[in-house]
């Protein structure tokens, strides 16, 4: 008993430490100015947001992975469909393309649906020897129909304007309604790949999240109608104003010239604390719903589903079911935090969902956060962001000092330029160390 009180009463102190250290280091990064601080607060606002997006794609790995026991290991997946939403939901509609093709891009789409559907009703209801065949006939005709509907309709699409658009276009509706349409299509997505693969061994459903998640992200680099694929999609709108905008505004000009700074500094931090105030309200309204879920029955029911099936099972719980929940309701998180990072952007950049960073490096955060735990998850999140990006200006600073007794030459020369990739190194390092000091994370699960 002693033991754990002791355990109970250290786990207290951990988070508010934990925060005042983070404080720290922003502050730090804000103020001083040297070879390993940049002395800007552009830079420590620029960090701090997307470390609150990071800590939004935490809290949904630890949804599906602290309360349910369940490794996605295709977050990058789910997060490049929550980015789709802006472009399809906030901006405008691009003249012409709804005519070239658009209700035939719909008809092939819902033939494709339909294909799928008809083959799961009729292979449950024809006798086993014949149920193979008759799926395999039934998808083979569909998709000889999807592609009939769908291939001419996207060359009409994508011929329309190819160099300033040649995509679908969006509803011009407001960009925060894109924010829950990017966790229903995060969500939409879960919910197919769970009903496959929920039933699979766990390691069976790593692998399959993996590769659904490379899917998402290929698709999505490779159908141009959609989101412009590889060519990229700027000029999203922003729910804050723009930089110049303000730079224009005598009220903001007035406001400024008492503040001792330049009109464009004084614009950059004005935008960035504006999106930090909006990121925060999300991050402290999911805490507070993930708070209220772990503690309801619901949450006790799951952590029991999570440390023993078998037992839950025996008590009558659908432990299928209720994977398929969680796991859509994480997804659903981790595709808001999609749809919000490309709004931060005002870009949406296919090729830039990395696996390396949207998926491990969420896992790390989760890791040494502490699984299970939201405030643990949202804290190690922001706390790693921000050794992510300053690895990258303290490798160089750091491997200067340890070179300078070195002669000069290759090895010394290799080293210095190697030393930005020093941030995978200090990740790995941070994941070891927290594993062997603090296994249970920085702030773990009560």
Do not use: C
Request: proline share 5%.
């Amino acid at each position: 008993m002693s033991t754990t009180r002791q355990a109970e009463s250290t786990s207290l102190w951990r988070a508010p430490a934990l925060l005042a250290v983070l404080v720290f280091l922003f502050v730090l990064e804000g103020t001083l100015s040297n070879a390993f601080f940049s002395g800007s607060w552009n830079s420590a606002l620029g960090i701090l947001n997307m470390g609150l997006l990071s800590a939004i794609m935490a809290l949904g790995v630890n949804i599906t992975w602290g309360y349910a026991g369940l490794f996605n290991a295709g977050v990058v997946g789910f997060l490049a469909l929550g980015g789709l939403a802006p472009v399809l939901v906030a901006t405008q509609p691009v003249p012409g393309a709804w005519e070239a093709g658009g209700p035939r891009v719909l008809l092939a789409l819902a033939v494709g649906l339909g294909t799928l559907v008809v083959a799961t009703l009729v292979a449950a209801r024809v006798p086993r020897a014949w149920r193979f065949w008759a799926a395999l006939l039934i998808i083979s005709v569909g998709y000889v129909a999807y592609r009939a509907l769908f291939d001419p309709a996207v060359i009409a699409i994508e011929a329309n304007n190819p160099a300033k658009a040649g995509n679908i276009g969006g509803l011009g509706l407001p960009v925060l309604l894109s924010w829950p349409v990017g966790g229903l299509l995060a969500a939409g997505a879960a919910w197919g790949v769970g009903k496959v693969a929920l039933g699979l061994r766990s390691d069976y459903l790593a692998i399959a999240t993996l590769g659904i998640g490379e899917i998402i992200v290929a698709v999505m680099r490779n159908e141009g109608w959609l989101a412009r694929g590889v060519l990229n999609f700027s000029g999203i709108p922003r729910p804050v104003p723009y930089e110049l905008d303000l730079q224009g505004d005598p009220d903001f000009q007035a406001r400024v010239a008492g503040w001792g700074m330049d009109l464009a500094t004084a614009s950059g931090i004005w935008v960035k604390l504006a999106y930090a105030g909006l990121f925060l309200v999300i991050v402290l309204l999911l805490i507070l719903l993930s708070e209220l879920a772990l503690k309801s029955p619901w949450g006790r029911m799951m952590r029991a589903i999570r440390d023993n099936e078998v037992a839950a099972e025996a008590m009558g719980k659908d432990v299928t079911r209720r994977h398929l929940q969680v796991f859509v309701i994480g997804a659903a998180v981790i595709g808001i935090a999609g749809a919000m990072m490309v709004t931060l952007d005002g870009l949406l950049n296919p090729s830039g969902y990395n696996p390396l960073r949207y998926t491990f490096l969420v896992w790390v955060m989760v890791i040494v956060g502490g699984s299970g735990n939201n405030w643990g998850a949202v804290l190690g999140a922001v706390l790693i962001w921000f050794l992510w990006i300053k690895a990258e200006v303290w490798g160089p600073a750091v491997m200067a000092l340890v070179t300078a007794p070195m002669p000069e030459g290759g090895l010394r020369s290799h080293l210095i330029e190697s030393a930005p990739h020093m941030r995978f190194l200090a990740m790995g390092l941070v994941l070891l160390l927290v594993l062997r000091f603090a296994p249970r994370g920085l702030i773990p699960e009560k």
